[in-house]
């Protein structure tokens, strides 16, 4: 599996952007790279996930290194509301087996938004 | 749909007594997990299952059964509770595919005293 690296906390100011790192230097070829984050006291929720390009949605960018040792997720605005543990997970793209679709969570980094 | 549903929110057990957390997920899909997570921890996959009658263990099955007869439920039982299994449980189910994202229930909190 690949192993991750994330800051353990980072802060922002509200409706400022916030760039969360992630380094994945171990990432095979056919990993996705999936974000998912915590609010407190609830399960984690899906974010983004992408495989080379560049992706979007209506909750964040996700910014992928050309040579895919590293992303950023991108939060444009954040809110109070995004106060959370983000996670960034590799997962296997290609069926291997059937617990090849687990997810493998880290520590994550905690999100702090100041008001 | 209700999503992924879990039951009980919290329950305070003793040691040496058992219990079944109960998840419930009404999207028709396939895949099923669940993990525990510890304080100030990421989650840990106990165990997981494919289908109705395929279940597999994950890092950390020690101290836990599962079942899977249908779609919908996969419960999960706790034999002779000890105090390291204190934490929060969450179950989560994904559709078949290679990349689809995993949808979690609210999680059960449970202490073992």
């Known amino acids: 599996d690949a192993k991750t690296t994330q800051p353990n906390s980072m802060e922002s100011n509200e409706e400022e952007p916030v760039h969360l790192p992630c380094n994945h230097s171990?990432?095979?070829?056919?990993?996705?790279i999936h974000w998912y984050r915590q609010l407190p006291s609830q399960g984690p929720e899906y974010v983004i996930h992408?495989?080379?390009s560049n992706v979007n949605n209506r909750m964040a960018s996700l910014a992928i290194a050309e040579d895919r040792k590293s992303s950023t997720l991108i939060l444009h605005r954040a809110t109070l509301r995004d106060a959370a543990v983000y996670y960034c997970?590799?997962?296997?793209?290609?069926?291997?087996?059937?617990?090849?679709?687990?997810?493998?969570f880290g520590k994550g980094t905690k999100l702090s938004v100041i008001p | 749909n209700a999503g992924v549903t879990q039951t009980p929110k919290f329950r305070i057990l003793k040691i040496g007594q058992s219990m079944t957390l109960q998840c419930t997920q009404d999207?028709?899909?396939?895949?099923m997990y669940w993990y525990r997570q510890d304080p100030g921890m990421g989650l840990k996959l106990i165990y997981y299952?494919?289908?109705?009658?395929?279940?597999d263990k994950g890092e950390v099955p020690n101290g836990y059964n599962v079942s899977r007869s249908t779609t919908e439920d996969f419960p999960l039982r706790l034999e002779l509770a000890a105090p390291s299994q204190t934490s929060v449980y969450f179950c989560?189910?994904?559709?078949?595919?290679?990349?689809?994202?995993?949808?979690f229930g609210p999680g059960t909190r449970l202490t073992v005293t």
């Open positions: 299952s494919v289908g109705a009658g395929i279940t």
């Open positions: 997970i590799p997962r296997i793209g290609t069926f291997s087996g059937a617990g090849s679709y687990q997810l493998t």
């Open positions: 992408g495989l080379t």
């Open positions: 989560a189910s994904t559709p078949i595919g290679l990349a689809n994202e995993q949808y």
């Open positions: 171990t990432i095979s070829g056919t990993d996705y």
């Open positions: 999207m028709n899909h396939n895949y």
